[in-house]
């Protein structure tokens, strides 16, 4: 990357319940190639940087998959109607 910031979340305010919905919609924003296959190593770097200030817990560890399939669900559509990607490395 070019070292330039182009996003921020505030898990604070992101998600009333656990934050570990809001890494995975994060991953499912962020940790995308541009042929649309996963970027394990960036996923892994984002949870890593997490829980250097805020470890998880096993359980939510545990629901990670789960959470991401329905951010996944829920954030991808917005996606495909609108010209605003979530992904910042795909430039229209």
Known sequence: ?????????????ACPDSSVYDIAVCMNAWCFKCDGSFNKA??????????????????????????????????????LMTDLPLRGVRQR
């Open 1 to 13: 990357m070019n070292e330039k910031m182009v996003r921020i979340i505030d898990f604070y305010f």
């Open 42 to 79: 960036k996923a892994c770097a984002l949870v890593q940087a997490y829980e250097n200030k805020h470890p998880l817990s096993r359980e939510e560890c545990e629901a990670m998959p789960v959470l991401a399939h329905g951010a996944a669900m829920r954030f991808s559509p917005r996606e």
